[in-house]
């Protein structure tokens, strides 16, 4: 499921929060890694959505860790590159899902499940490790929500791992798939939307020195 949380804001992180992102971030690397290359050797597209999730997930990690530092001009650019991303990556999955429509490919099921239940442990351990931090702020909120809601798409891959044993087709891989990239497209443009908004503000909030400086000249 595509997380559409934007980067945490933590003004004062709680002890331990940014150890904890360190954490998750290569957790989720490295489920990027074995998703995207069991999706390939599998034939299923709901891992190859999933995988990309992961490196989504990433991403608003490494904008939680580097970019805060920074003024909102370049978190709101920082936010745009994400939003582009996570389209494409949607874009992607839809194309691979066409893809394997035309085809005629039948995923793995097997595969399908053992992966799907090592990055449900995988997310559920993250969520764990973030659980204390879910009462800070919301920003600190909606890092433990997102690896929760991530854990569900793990579930949505495993469920579509036993439709594809029980039918024998590739429907019910490709129907979840179809989901996950849908949900990567719409949250893309949300966030690109609201780093549009958060850069003209920036930018605004610039110019406003800069003319009253001006004008009292």
Known sequence: MACSCSAPEPK?????????????????????????????SSGSVSLMADAIDFFGDSANYILSLTVLSMGMLWRGRAAMVK????????????????????????????????????ALSANVSVAAMLFKFREGDSDMRSVWLCSRNDAISNIAVMVAALGVFGTGTAWP??????????????????????????????????AQPAATASSSR
């Open 83 to 118: 939003g582009i991303t996570m389209t494409a990556f949607g874009l992607v999955v839809w194309a691979r899902a066409v893809w394997v429509v035309q085809a005629g490919i039948t995923p793995e099921p097997l595969t399908m499940g053992a992966v799907g239940l090592l």
């Open 173 to 206: 891989d490709l129907i979840v798939a179809a989901i996950m990239g849908t949900l990567a497209i719409t949250a893309g443009i949300s966030v690109m939307r609201h780093a549009r908004s958060d850069i003209a503000q920036a930018r605004a909030s610039e």
């Open 12 to 40: 004062s992180p709680a002890p331990g929060f940014r150890k904890a992102l360190w954490i998750a971030l290569w957790v989720n690397l490295a489920m990027f890694v074995v998703e995207g290359v069991a999706s390939l």
